[in-house]
């Protein structure tokens, strides 16, 4: 098995890469994904969250408030880092599970956003990162998402440079342009992945 580590900053692509790569046979692991499942109403997780943040995190219906939390950990790096002790372990416990069931192609995607700031890089045989400009990224934040030009541009400034993720990447897939464009990068790459991962068999 081939376990590929797919990271990106926020609004660079990652998730659409992921689309395409598990449209072409990777079994793809989002640890978005399973943190939002890890995190609903009367897990140990979201219980540990209210208790160390507050019943302010809570909203309304009762789930997790994303918006209150985010700006909390926005404000300060340790509420940010309070929140990731809380969080990844489970995270890396339940992608660990789901890495066991394996995949056709004989190649695991893990898309993983914080993986240079939060996870070990060291840990996966590639890793694939989608870029996009910062300027792009903000666009998308602004126009995609519905978020406040500030809370855009606070999002970016909270990760690792982009360039700093390039150096320590196998394989940067561009996506500044069309999903077109995208979609034909990481064709590329998806056949450089194919052929490690038969190489390993």
Known sequence: ??????????????SS??????????TVIDADAIVRELQRPGTPVFQAIVQRFGPSTVAPDGTLDRAALRARILASPAERKALEAIVHPTVEAERSRLIATGSGTGIVINEIPLLFEAADPSR????????????????????????????GRALLAAQ?????????????????TTRDALR??????????????????
């Not at 590639?126 to 809370?151: K, M, N, Q, S, T």
């Not at 690792?160 to 500044?176: G, L, Q, T, W, Y």
């Open 1 to 14: 098995m081939l376990n590929v580590a797919l990271t990106g900053n926020i609004a660079a692509g990652k």
């Open 17 to 26: 890469a992921a689309a395409f790569l598990r449209e072409w046979g990777a």
């Open 124 to 151: 996966f045989d590639a890793v694939v990162l989608v870029d996009a400009p910062e300027p792009v990224r903000l666009a998308r934040l602004i126009e995609a998402r519905g978020l406040d030009p500030a809370e």
């Open 160 to 176: 690792m440079p982009a360039a700093e993720k390039r150096a320590r990447s196998h394989f940067v897939i561009e996506n500044d």
């Open 184 to 201: 034909e990068r990481t064709w590329l790459v998806w056949r450089k992945l194919l052929a490690r991962a038969r190489a390993r068999a």
